[in-house]
T-cell receptor, first 109, second 110 residues
């Protein structure tokens, strides 16, 4: 069974904290993606990576960075969390068919 | 204007009925089209691709109208388990940057 896992299902952080969200896939996919999902807005692409150590900005990269040191792992970093980054964060891998992790619901207080 | 627009619903439909909903996209250069399904508090999963010639998978039929820039999803003989949010997804180029609609919520009632 193919799998994308995310490090946390729920996370509560304080404003200004550095936050790491980790994602691991076992499908040997080259492409990996980080999205956030907010009510009424749909999924918005933050960053994606098409290869190890490669990254591309998506539609809303401000306030985020990413790291892809290994093919199976793609990390999203919030350098200094803010309340407007409270959201559901979804990691995916694949191409047109994207396989998603269960999501991390991040609350920034 | 959003790049991919969907009626958010909810569509409340009795079990066994047929339901259809559309999605419009703004970029005429869009190349690939998909419907994903997202259950409550779950991650999205691919339901079906939408081809120029249409696509049918059991009770589900998807159609593409390039001239009017919309895709549709038809569900026949709806089941309680069809209750979910249906996400319309478009790919404009070949680098897999998908553009997602906000979803249409469907509730099937017994």
């Amino acid at each position: 069974d193919v799998k994308v896992t995310q490090s946390s299902r729920y996370l509560v952080k304080r404003t200004g904290e550095k936050v790491f969200l980790e994602c691991v896939q076992d499908m040997d996919h080259e492409n990996m993606f980080w999205y956030r999902q907010d009510p009424g807005l749909g999924l918005r692409l933050i960053y994606f990576s098409y290869d190890v150590k490669m990254k591309e900005k998506g539609d809303i990269p401000e306030g985020y960075s990413v790291s892809r040191e290994k093919k199976e792992r793609f990390s999203l970093i919030l350098e200094s969390a803010s309340t407007n980054q409270t959201s559901m964060y979804l990691c995916a891998s694949g191409g047109n068919e994207q396989f998603f992790g269960p999501g991390t619901r991040l609350t920034v207080l | 204007r959003k790049e991919v627009e969907q009626d958010p619903g909810p569509f409340n439909v009795p079990e066994g009925a047929t339901v259809a909903f559309n999605c419009t996209y703004s970029n005429s250069a869009s190349q690939s089209f998909f419907w994903y399904r997202q259950d409550c508090r779950k991650e999205p999963k691919l339901l079906m691709s939408v081809y120029s010639s249409g696509n049918e998978d059991g009770r589900f039929t998807a159609q593409l109208n390039r001239a009017s820039q919309y895709i549709s999803l038809l569900i026949r003989d709806s089941k309680l388990s069809d209750s979910a949010t249906y996400l319309c997804v478009v790919n404009v180029d070949s680098n897999y940057q998908l553009i997602w609609g906000a979803g249409t919520k469907l509730i099937i009632k017994p």
